[in-house]
């Protein structure tokens, strides 16, 4: 009896919006502004190039039958938001005469937290973009004085909105690591990233936001990317989910200081309501309870848009390039492209995310 109803109670846990108490609805958002990277784009890096992958199919198949910019087959967390909250799903600020009614998402895919002068002076490129959080910051400041008389009509117009404040930073560690950083030089980066994602929070607040999610950073030492290029027949630098430990180290490493610097941020703004979100545990969750939750545990680690190797990944082969292979099903997969994780995955993380934070908003029912 207590086997059969473990699968329905993860259900009611994942899914939990037939009840409006675990939804964003009573919280009256009218607008969403989304800051980040890939996690987050809905369409700006494919209007700065049109030549990257994510401007076509596969990209976008199971969702949109077509490709919008977003780096899944689906929908990200932030449309789950959206939906949650009885809102239209956010457009990309790049694109052209699009409603930005209830609110803008500047993320672009590939983007930094530090800024590419700063990343430059460490010996460590920016290949995807030029645009870091600086730049998708001014781009808030040029929306707001289009649609602002004063400072005044700024705070009431975004007295009701949610702002996220990324994912970003992981880029940051990425490119260090993958450009021959060792993980405890980029360790030492840690600190001033977390301290720009703390100033770009500080610049929303000061222009009128009150509501504000910061999220961390995923368990990376789980995605293929890392698991083909730092593969090892070590076994002990394994979890118990096959996961990379140094590398999930260092992203815990980075959440604790960030958990800290929100814990400081929050004293000094008593009026404004910041939270943490924690992708890195909601991520853990879904390995963790993956047969549950219908994904097969023989693919865990494997992309479903890709080829080569144990899992399924080549940097010199990915998703979106000719005749890279996509799998049947994405739903029994965590990963969609060796990078970025599935419409599936997304939608439960965001639905576990949206279930932890909606109290801490204090939003009516």
């Not at 401007?55 to 949109?64: N, V």
């Not at 780096?71 to 699009?98: E, I, Q, T």
């Amino acid at each position: 009896m207590a086997a059969s109803f473990l699968p329905l109670l993860l259900l009611l846990l994942v899914f939990p919006f037939g009840s409006d108490c675990f939804g964003l609805k009573g919280c009256k958002f009218d607008a969403i502004f989304q800051f980040g990277d890939s996690l987050a784009d809905t369409g700006n890096l494919i209007r700065e190039n049109p030549a990257t992958p994510f401007s076509h199919l596969p990209y976008g198949k199971t969702f949109f039958k077509k490709a919008t910019g977003r780096c899944s087959n689906g929908l990200l967390m932030v449309d789950y938001f959206a939906l949650s909250a009885g809102l239209p799903l956010v457009n990309p600020y790049l694109k052209k005469k699009a409603s930005f009614i209830h609110g803008v998402n500047f993320a672009v895919a590939g983007s930094t937290a530090l800024p590419l002068n700063v990343l430059a002076q460490n010996n460590i490129s920016s290949p995807v973009t030029n645009t870091s959080l600086s730049k998708q910051l001014d781009w808030m400041r040029s929306h707001l004085n289009t649609i602002c008389s004063n400072k005044t009509d700024c705070t009431k117009k975004l007295k009701h909105a949610l702002f996220f404040m990324g994912e970003i930073g992981g880029n940051d560690y990425n490119y260090a690591l993958f450009e021959g950083k060792t993980v405890t030089q980029v360790k030492d980066m840690v600190p001033r990233v977390v301290q720009t994602i703390m100033d770009a929070t500080k610049r929303v607040i000061s222009y009128g936001a009150t509501r504000v999610i910061i999220p961390g950073h995923f368990s990376m030492g789980c995605l293929p990317i890392y698991l083909t290029g730092f593969q090892t027949n070590d076994s002990t630098v394994y979890d118990e989910f096959h996961c990379l430990k140094d590398f999930n180290d260092l992203a815990s490493y980075h959440n604790s200081k960030l958990k800290q610097a929100i814990k400081l941020l929050k004293k000094e703004n008593r009026n404004v309501i910041i939270t943490y979100g924690d992708y890195y545990n909601a991520l853990f969750w879904v390995f963790r309870h993956a047969s549950l939750l219908g994904f097969d545990r023989t693919l865990l680690h494997k992309s479903c848009c890709g080829m080569g190797g144990d899992y399924s990944f080549n940097v010199m082969q990915i998703c979106g390039f000719p005749r890279v292979p996509v799998c049947s099903d994405p739903d029994k997969h965590i990963s969609w492209d060796g990078i970025h994780l599935t419409q599936k995955t997304y939608q439960i993380m965001a639905h576990r995310l949206i279930h932890d934070i909606a109290p801490e908003f204090h939003c009516g029912n």
